[in-house]
């Protein structure tokens, strides 16, 4: 007998999924947790096959009865309504527009803005965090609560400074597609105010000024390689950053000029650096150009000289000297811009010196000031202060030995 509404409406959940059937192949699967589920049974090709109609009562007796007809058309006219549903579903992905694909595509747009570590450790993140929870969704489904929730989750584990660069990214993503014309309203804007109270910065460890002295006797003293003593102290003379100094090519110096040109490439705010070199600075460039000078990189890898040496061995040095926690290669940079904003050098040559950006964006973007001939000055009186002070603690100085 065909069913009835009724008779589908009484139908009891059982310990084991049964059928109630209505005819020509349509069936009610009445599963135990109390769903029911419409079925076709069909054969095809000598096959039997089953396609789901949908769930009772979102799909009510009288359209069942119609999809089941027409999956019977379909079979008359030669073809398999499974694999016309399956292609059907695949032609509506191929149509939507989902986070990941537009979120790959910001990448690729952003990427030639970045330095090169920038962009890959930005496509390493979304690939760990944005993407296995947004990636799937169509773009222009994505609420804002997805995006709370996302966001709480980071913190819970306690990286909130991802959690903060995801915010960012989000923020830019949906403005990527606002311009594109692909959404009409950015879910990620003003998620900062609900950003968790993240606990107090850390910021990279470093010794005083009167404590260098000991520090570079140390390392004067240490059983390490002379390219190694020569990073850390040229770190202390420069203020780059590590990962700018280990990988700098010799091509990049002047040391006639006294001059490190870094190109935009390889530099985090993507634009030139100059770095004024003092006469310590020089003197130690010479010495390693007697070691490396034949290969490309002044750090030359010991097993690899066309790269340069791993990117923790100065961090490996000063812990083996007895800092670990105390100092790091980026912590040279804080101990210069502490020491120099003490003695009341003008802070823009400052910043400049350690390649930052302002934080007022419309005067970073006009200021294209390099204050070359300043900072060179400022550096050199930073030098030779360092020489002086070693020589005070009747340590020996920088400048006399690599």
């Not at 990049?252 to 030139?272: G, H, Q, S, V, Y």
């Not at 600075?281 to 290969?295: P, S």
């Not at 790269?307 to 790091?328: C, F, W």
Request: proline share 6%; glycine share 6%; with cysteine.
């Amino acid at each position: 007998m065909p069913l009835t509404d009724s008779a589908i409406k009484v139908a009891k959940p059982k310990g084991k999924p049964y059928k109630l059937t209505d005819g020509q192949g349509l069936y009610l699967e009445v599963m135990p947790g109390g769903s029911k589920l419409w079925r076709l049974k069909y054969s095809y090709a000598g096959k039997e096959k089953r396609l789901a109609l949908g769930a009772y009562p979102t799909v009510p007796l009288q359209q069942a009865r119609r999809r089941r007809d027409e999956a019977r058309q379909q079979l008359a006219e030669g073809l398999d309504p499974g694999e016309l549903r399956k292609a059907d579903k695949m032609a509506l992905l191929a149509d939507v527009l989902t986070f990941e694909a537009l979120a790959r595509e910001w990448h690729r747009y952003r990427t030639p803005r970045w330095a090169p570590s920038t962009a890959v450790k930005t496509l390493a993140y979304l690939e760990s965090d944005l993407l296995p929870a947004l990636g799937r969704k169509p773009f222009d489904s994505v609420t804002r609560p997805d995006l709370v929730e996302l966001i709480r989750k980071i913190e819970g584990r306690g990286a909130h400074n991802v959690a903060k660069k995801a915010r960012q990214w989000l923020n830019q993503i949906f403005r990527y597609g606002l311009a594109k014309g692909v959404i009409e309203q950015n879910p990620a804007t003003d998620l900062d105010v609900i950003a968790a109270q993240a606990p107090a910065i850390k910021h990279h460890p470093h010794i005083t000024f009167a404590e260098l002295p000991e520090l570079l006797a140390l390392v004067e003293t240490a059983k390490i390689h002379a390219l190694t003593r020569g990073a850390i102290q040229l770190l202390v003379l420069t203020a780059v950053r590590p990962g700018e100094l280990r990988a700098a090519p010799w091509a990049e110096f002047d040391l006639d000029a006294a001059t490190w040109t870094i190109p935009k490439e390889r530099m985090k705010a993507r634009r030139p650096h100059i770095v004024p070199l003092p006469r310590q600075a020089v003197a130690i460039l010479r010495q390693l150009h007697q070691i490396t000078g034949k290969y490309p990189m002044v750090f030359a890898g010991r097993h690899d000289s066309s790269r340069p040496m791993s990117e923790n061995t100065v961090n490996l040095a000063l812990q083996a000297i007895g800092y670990k926690d105390r100092q790091t290669g980026h912590g040279f940079r804080h101990l210069l811009s502490t020491e120099l904003n003490s003695r009341g050098y003008n802070r823009d040559w400052i910043e400049r010196q350690l390649a930052h950006g302002d934080q007022d964006e419309i005067r970073d973007v006009y200021n294209h000031a390099t204050y070359l001939e300043q900072r060179r000055e400022m550096m050199q009186a930073w030098a030779d202060s360092v020489d002086a002070l070693c020589a005070g603690a009747n340590v020996v100085s920088i400048k006399l030995k690599a």
